[in-house]
C-alpha cells in the first residue's frame, strides 16, 4: 500500500511538471510564430511604401499569412504612428507581439484576423486589409 501511495505521487507530480512546460513550450512558439508574421507584414508595408516613394498611384501588396498559428487565431492591429506599429495577438494564449514598420507614407489604423491580407494604397495612405 505505502508503495502504491508513493508511487501516485511521484506520476502525478510527473504530470503537473509536464503540464507546465507544454504551456511554456506553446507559449514560446505562438510568440515566435507572431514575430515571424509580424516581420513579415512590416516588409511588405515597408515594400508598398517604397512603391508610393518612387511615384505609384495604385499599389497593392499582397501576403499569405497562416489562419493560425500553435492552433490558435490571432489578431493583427495596425497603429499609426512614425514609425507605425503592427501588433499581434492571439485569442487564447496571453501572447501579444509588436513589430515596427517606418514608413514615409501615413499608415491607417486597421484591425485584422490572421490569413491572406493586402496592404493597399488608398491616396492618402497605406491600410492594411483583409485579401
Same mark, same amino acid.
Given at each position: 500500500m505505502?508503495?502504491?501511495g508513493? +508511487?501516485?505521487l511521484l506520476? =502525478?507530480?510527473?504530470?503537473?511538471a509536464?503540464?507546465?512546460?507544454v504551456d511554456? $513550450?506553446?507559449?514560446a +512558439?505562438?510568440?515566435?510564430g507572431?514575430?515571424? @508574421?509580424g $516581420? $513579415?507584414?512590416a ?6 511604401d517604397?512603391?508610393v516613394a ?9 501576403? =499569405?499569412?497562416p489562419?493560425?498559428?500553435?492552433g490558435t487565431?490571432?489578431t ?10 503592427i501588433a499581434l495577438s +492571439?485569442?487564447s494564449v496571453?501572447?501579444?507581439v =509588436?513589430?515596427?514598420a517606418?514608413t514615409a507614407?501615413?499608415v491607417a489604423a486597421?484591425s485584422?484576423? #490572421? #490569413?491572406?491580407?493586402?496592404i @493597399?494604397? +488608398? ?9
Amino acid at each position: 500500500m505505502l508503495t502504491l501511495g508513493i +508511487t501516485a505521487l511521484l506520476i =502525478s507530480g510527473l504530470l503537473v511538471a509536464a503540464g507546465g512546460t507544454v504551456d511554456s $513550450q506553446r507559449e514560446a +512558439t505562438t510568440r515566435e510564430g507572431l514575430e515571424v @508574421v509580424g $516581420q $513579415q507584414l512590416a516588409g511588405r508595408l515597408v515594400a508598398a511604401d517604397r512603391l508610393v516613394a518612387a511615384g505609384a498611384d495604385e499599389v497593392v501588396v499582397r501576403g =499569405s499569412y497562416p489562419d493560425t498559428i500553435a492552433g490558435t487565431t490571432y489578431t493583427v492591429e495596425v497603429v499609426p504612428g512614425d514609425p507605425a506599429t503592427i501588433a499581434l495577438s +492571439t485569442t487564447s494564449v496571453d501572447v501579444r507581439v =509588436s513589430v515596427s514598420a517606418a514608413t514615409a507614407t501615413p499608415v491607417a489604423a486597421a484591425s485584422v484576423s #490572421g #490569413g491572406d491580407l493586402e496592404i @493597399v494604397y +488608398t491616396g492618402a495612405d497605406l491600410e492594411v486589409r483583409s485579401a
